[in-house]
Structure formats: structure tokens, C-alpha cells
């Protein structure tokens, strides 16, 4: 009699092959501009999209399919997991390789070994192989929901998430990150993720909320608390903003991201409760020299980088966080204080004015008017990413936070 495999076990087969026919020197340096995806992010979505992992078998008339020893199936399944945590510890190493070696060793196991399958998700995230990435999730979204966990399942969204957005599908890479705080509605990560895709597209109001929540569900999340000042400044709300920013540093110090909000924050809020003009701006150069200091760098952490300098100018994309965009800004700061030494001088009747030195009107009221408004966006990363992030600071990236 012809044996026929149930439809996972081809689904698997096809992940394994195209695992197989990947080269092995593809693996990319783990200290790369992109997070690493967040190990607790787990996105879920009820709707699989078992067609794109692979055809599916179909039994022919009479045939019979071998029923499984329950038992054995728990013991073949713990010891696939063995093999799939060896892998994880791989990747969290950069050893891509041998992760993948590990995660087809793991899967020839047991075929419904969903940890693998994200494992291999990673990899091909990291190595940029998008549409891998989408097969693998996929395969890992069509297994039975009696064995793929709740933080399983809304992992391989957020996986698919990130993989949209590389692809420069938004829509799509929103709408998995919703599956993924929906499949596991405590998973602060997958909230950070979500909230970060709607910074991006300048509904702050809503991208506000999700930031709120994630640091509900965990208010040590730093990447939260700036993607949270980034979505307070877009609202003008300075000393809430602050304050976010400020517990982000707390918990993380020496923390980039929220240096540069910080300065960002102090270049546009004019005016600033309780701060001349001239002590503002000094403020602002001093929070971007410092992160200028701390970016290793140039570009942002990854999906989700908490840098929007308002709700309606956000557009689209990763945030153009760089240490040239942090010279940018202080150079607009040192002219703000140029400009309004002037004016003092002025009105204490002694400007040694020079034609020309005259700002135009509306020049106070727009202290970053030479450099180009930061994107909301990368984990987190959350998000923005971290994200990624700012994952604000990143959906957290594949790896983030």
C-alpha cells in the first residue's frame, strides 16, 4: 500500500527543501543595522496561508493512512524540540548555518515542530530571502492549532510583518502585526510592533494607544516608553513627552533613540514650559551631540524608530536616524541661537546690526526648518521596532528589543 503523508507533512517537506537549496554562505553578520527579532514578539493570525508554503496531497480512492501512536508523536516532538532549541541558541549567536542545519535536523524529526520553522523564519529574515520567509510562516500558521502556541503563532506574524514592510507591503505588514497582538493579546512586543505601523502612516492618535497598552502589559519596555514620547511630541504634548523619553533613559541608559527624541523634542517645542528660547536650543544640541556620540552607526535600529517629528509629516519607511541627520539638527539649533541673541541684542539697543542679519517671518517658529522631518519608523522594536524603532522604536524586528 502507497503511504499518503497528511497535508503538514508535505507542507514541512517543502519547507525543508527550500531550506535545502539555500547556499550556506548567505548567513550575514548578527551585529548588522537590523534587530534581531524579539523572542517574546509573536504575531498570530487566524488565517493561514497554507497554498503559498506548497501543494497539497490528496489520497487516492482506498488508500489507507497509518494511524500515529499518540505517545510516540510526544516523544518524537519532545526530542524535535531538543534539536530546535539548539538552533535557537545558534541564531541568537549569528551562527545562521548551522540554525538551519539544526532547524531541518529538528523538523525531519517531527514535521509539526512550529520553534524550527520560526528559527529558519529568522534566518531568512536576516539574510533578506523575504518570500522564504513568508513560506515558512506560513507552514508554521497551517499547524494544528492544538500544538502551535498562542506566542507561537502570533510570532510567525510578526515575522510576516516584518518581511510586508521589507517588501514595501504596508498594508499587509500592518495587518499582520494586528494578527500578531490579537494571537497573543500580552505580548507587549507584538502591541509595540502594531503601534509603530500606525506612527508610520500619521495616525499617532491610534499608534499613542497601542504604545499605551504594550507598557501596560510591561512598563519596563524602554522601546515602548520612547516610541510613547515620539507619538507625545507628534501631539505637541512636550512634558509628557519628555517624561517618556526620560523613564526610557532610566531604564536604559545611554540609550540612542531617545537622546535624539530628546533633542528633536527641545528643537520644536517652541515655546517650552519654563525655557527661554536660547536654553531650549542649548538643550537640544547637547541631547544630539550626545547621541551623536553613541550612534555606532549611521541609519536606524529597524522597523518601528520612534523619530517622527509630527502625526501628518510622517511618512512612510525606515527613520532617516544617522549621525549626519544629528548634525543636521544641531546646526538649525546653533542658528536658532544666533537668531534670537540677535533679537536681544536689539532690544537692549545694542545690535551691531548687519543688512541681512533680519530673520524672515515665521524663521523662530520653525527651529529644524533646514533638515528634513525624521519618518516614524524600524523596533523594536519595535518599533521599532526596534526596535527597527524609532520598532517609534520598531515593531520589534525580527529579534528586537
Not at 152 to 168: D, Q, R, V, W
Not at 199 to 221: H, I, N, W
Request: charge should be neutral; include cysteine; hydrophobic fraction near 40%.
Amino acid at each position: 500500500m502507497i503511504t499518503i503523508r497528511n497535508t503538514l507533512e508535505v507542507l514541512a517537506s517543502l519547507v525543508l527543501a527550500l531550506a535545502a537549496c539555500e547556499p550556506a554562505a548567505t548567513s550575514t553578520n548578527p551585529d548588522e543595522a537590523l534587530e534581531r527579532i524579539d523572542s517574546t514578539a509573536t504575531p498570530s493570525d487566524s488565517t493561514t496561508d497554507a497554498a503559498a508554503a506548497g501543494p497539497v496531497a490528496t489520497a487516492k480512492p482506498g488508500a489507507k493512512v497509518r494511524d500515529r501512536d499518540p505517545e510516540e508523536e510526544k516523544k518524537k516532538l519532545a526530542l524535535s524540540h531538543q534539536r530546535s532549541a539548539e538552533a535557537q541558541r545558534m541564531l541568537a549567536g549569528g551562527r545562521f548555518t548551522e540554525a538551519l542545519d539544526h532547524s531541518r535536523q529538528a523538523l525531519k524529526i517531527h514535521e509539526q515542530n512550529v520553534a524550527a520553522m520560526l528559527v529558519m523564519g529568522e534566518v531568512y529574515y536576516k539574510q533578506k530571502k523575504f518570500e522564504l520567509v513568508q513560506a515558512v510562516t506560513s507552514t508554521a500558521l497551517a499547524v494544528d492549532a492544538k500544538i502551535r502556541t498562542p506566542q507561537e503563532s502570533s510570532h510567525a506574524h510578526n515575522l510576516k510583518g516584518f518581511a510586508y514592510a521589507a517588501m514595501g507591503n504596508d498594508n499587509l505588514a500592518t495587518q499582520a502585526f494586528r494578527m500578531a497582538a490579537e494571537a497573543d493579546d500580552k505580548n507587549a512586543a507584538a502591541w509595540n510592533n502594531l503601534g509603530t505601523r500606525y506612527m508610520q502612516a500619521g495616525d499617532v492618535a491610534t499608534a499613542k494607544s497601542c504604545f499605551t497598552y504594550a507598557l501596560e502589559l510591561d512598563p519596563r519596555f524602554a522601546k515602548a516608553h520612547v516610541n510613547l514620547g515620539a507619538a507625545l511630541r507628534g501631539e505637541s504634548k512636550w512634558q509628557d513627552a519628555e517624561k517618556s523619553l526620560l523613564t526610557a533613559l532610566k531604564l536604559r541608559p545611554n540609550y540612542p533613540e531617545a537622546y535624539f527624541n530628546l533633542g528633536v523634542l527641545y528643537l520644536d517645542a517652541d515655546p517650552y514650559p519654563g525655557l527661554e528660547t536660547v536654553p531650549r536650543l542649548e538643550k537640544s544640541i547637547g541631547f544630539l551631540t550626545k547621541y551623536r556620540d553613541l550612534a555606532i552607526a549611521d541609519g536606524p535600529d529597524g522597523p518601528g524608530t520612534a523619530t517622527a517629528r509630527s502625526g501628518p509629516q510622517v511618512k512612510p519607511g525606515p527613520a532617516p536616524v544617522s549621525k549626519a541627520r544629528a548634525d543636521d539638527y544641531i546646526r538649525v539649533a546653533k542658528k536658532g541661537i544666533d537668531r534670537e541673541q540677535r533679537r536681544i541684542d536689539r532690544e537692549k539697543g545694542r545690535d551691531p546690526k548687519k543688512p541681512g542679519d533680519a530673520a524672515k517671518p515665521g524663521d523662530a517658529a520653525k527651529p529644524a526648518d533646514s533638515a528634513t522631518p525624521a519618518d516614524a519608523g524600524a523596533v523594536d522594536a519595535a518599533a521599532a521596532p526596534a526596535d527597527g524603532a524609532t520598532k517609534p522604536a520598531a515593531p520589534a524586528k525580527p529579534g528586537a528589543v
